[in-house]
Antibody, heavy 123, light 108 residues
Framework: EVQLVESGGGLVQPGRSLRLSCTAS????????FSWLRQAPGKGLEWVGF??????????EYAASVKGRFTISRDDSKSIAYLQMDSLKTEDTAVYYC??????????????WGQGTTVTVSS | DIQMTQSPSSLSASVGDRVTITCRAS??????LNWYQQKPGRAPNLLIY???SLQSGVPSRFSGSGSGTDFSLTISSLQPDDFATYYC??????????FGGGTKVEIK
């Protein structure tokens, strides 16, 4: 079964750091790009960032709201994606999802999602 | 950024009703429009991609239409399992995608 599982969420104080992980199973994460999205409590979905597969350069892009604070990386040998979040703000409080366009890359439709991991930034 | 505007933001309907949700893009996005269903506490689930293509495993009562700036998602006969929040997503500016604000479908 093709699956993504996130971990690493929790309660963190403003200004501190947290690293989320996303483990892929049933497929080789290295062959695919992936994205991180988030959803603040009671709000809609927001794109956070994107990582290209090595075949397409392995580069990352970020939303303006997190650029310079968040870093996406990947360990393709372990099929794990990471979201390093530094200088966290209260407005970063959200459920974070990793997702990929496994079978829908042409129209960039997210067909595989993790279950989400909750990040709460509060003093 | 391309803004996506969904309407209505919420609606009440009965089982068996035909329901239509609309999504408007702030500029033309061709057919780069996807639809998702999300239930409380769960990740979104892809329903429609490329504006009108039904994702594998999704019931045929769901359909999508539109191109350019105006799109719609229709549920032909609302079922109890369909009460959820629906989001549109533009992928014209991939990977910098944006979502509509959501439409919550509630039981009348």
């Amino acid at each position: 079964e093709v699956q993504l599982v996130e971990s690493g969420g929790g309660l963190v104080q403003p200004g501190r750091s947290l690293r989320l992980s996303c483990t892929a199973s049933g497929f080789t994460l290295g062959d695919y790009s992936f994205s991180w999205l988030r959803q603040a409590p009671g709000k809609g979905l927001e794109w956070v960032g994107f990582s290209r597969s090595k075949a397409y350069g392995g580069t990352a892009e970020y939303a303006a709201s997190v650029k310079g604070r968040f870093t996406i990386s990947r360990d393709d040998s372990k099929s794990i994606a990471y979201l390093q979040m530094d200088s966290l703000k209260t407005e970063d409080t959200a459920v974070y999802y990793c997702t990929t366009t496994f079978g829908n890359d042409v129209f960039h439709a997210f067909d595989i999602w993790g279950q989400g991991t909750t990040v709460t930034v509060s003093s | 950024d391309i803004q996506m505007t969904q309407s209505p933001s919420s609606l009440s309907a009965s089982v068996g009703d035909r329901v239509t949700i609309t999504c408007r893009a702030s500029q033309s996005i061709s057919s780069y429009l996807n639809w998702y269903q999300q239930k409380p506490g769960r990740a979104p689930n892809l329903l429609i991609y490329a504006a009108s293509s039904l994702q594998s495993g999704v019931p045929s009562r769901f359909s999508g239409s539109g191109s350019g700036t105006d799109f719609s998602l229709t549920i032909s006969s609302l079922q109890p399992d369909d009460f959820a929040t629906y989001y549109c997503q533009q992928s014209y500016t991939t990977p910098r995608v944006t979502f509509g604000g959501g439409t919550k479908v509630e039981i009348k």
